[in-house]
């Protein structure tokens, strides 16, 4: 059974919204323990960190994303999201779900997010 799987993204014109969500395995992973985060690979480079929220619900972003993006968890449905408000070609790559710090086995396919101008 795959982790976590990561779902929600898609092609956007500049400007726009979407919401990525995250679905982990219970079997794999309790997250009510768990720093979650959401990670971003841009033109093939490293996956970087752009949103974490922990335990207690307190957040923190990438500067890129401040302002725009909203990191939110569902404990008991095992769920973590990710809101992206006034979206940017900048923000274009594969987006990814995992803990923080993250754990190897854990790295899903990721979701593609493509934001034209």
């Known amino acids: 059974q795959v982790p976590l799987v990561e779902s929600g993204g898609g092609l956007v014109q500049a400007g726009q919204s979407l919401t990525l969500a995250c679905k982990v395995s219970?079997?794999?992973?309790?997250?009510?323990?768990?720093?979650m985060a959401w990670y971003r690979r841009i033109a093939g480079g490293q996956r970087d960190l752009v949103a974490r929220?922990?335990?207690?619900?307190?957040?923190d972003y990438a500067d890129s994303v401040k302002g725009r993006f909203t990191v939110s968890r569902n404990n008991a449905e095992n769920m973590v999201y990710l809101q992206m408000n006034t979206l940017e070609p900048g923000d274009t790559g594969v987006y990814y779900c995992?803990?923080?710090?993250?754990?190897?086995?854990?790295w899903g396919p990721g979701t593609l997010v493509t934001v034209t101008e």
């Open positions: 929220v922990d335990i207690g619900g307190n957040t």
């Open positions: 995992n803990a923080f710090p993250p754990v190897r086995p854990f």
């Open positions: 219970r079997r794999s992973h309790n997250i009510r323990a768990s720093t």
